[in-house]
């Protein structure tokens, strides 16, 4: 079983930053594939970012591609996204994911591949 426990979020305003972070249970922690995705208002649960078990590889949604940074930690088991130049419609609960199960790919992209979810931690981008 893995815990994943975000924080970071907030109310900031747009052409700001905010660091998410995402801390890990488990003694396996730089196996898994790490994501993000957001749920916005009236809207479906996105993908964000993601990246592979050594940090090596990272994949990013357009929408966020070149303002946003996922990062991870190892050592700390954590994983991190830097977002700068937030927009409004950057409003959202990130969730952070962890994929345990046998990794093919270095990355993946959709909700199904991951399966641990944190709870989620809300951040508000004012205009």
């Known amino acids: 079983q893995v815990q994943l426990v975000e924080s970071g979020g907030g109310l900031v305003q747009a052409g700001g930053s905010l660091r998410l972070s995402c801390a890990a249970s488990?003694?396996?922690?730089?196996?898994?594939?790490m994501g993000w995705f957001r749920r916005a208002p009236v809207k479906d649960r996105e993908f964000v970012a993601t990246?592979?078990?050594?940090?090596?590889?990272?994949y990013y949604a357009d929408s966020v591609k070149g303002r946003f940074t996922i990062s991870r930690d190892n050592a700390k088991n954590m994983v991190y996204l830097q977002m700068n130049s937030l927009k409004p419609e950057d409003t959202a609960v990130y969730y952070c994911?962890?994929?345990?199960?046998?990794?093919?790919?270095?990355?993946?992209?959709?909700?199904?591949?991951?399966?641990?979810w944190g709870q989620g931690t809300q951040v508000t981008v004012s205009s």
């Open positions: 488990g003694r396996t922690f730089s196996r898994y594939v």
């Open positions: 990246i592979s078990g050594s940090g090596g590889s990272t």
């Open positions: 994911a962890a994929r345990s199960r046998l990794v093919v790919a270095t990355t993946y992209v959709y909700q199904s591949e991951y399966d641990y």
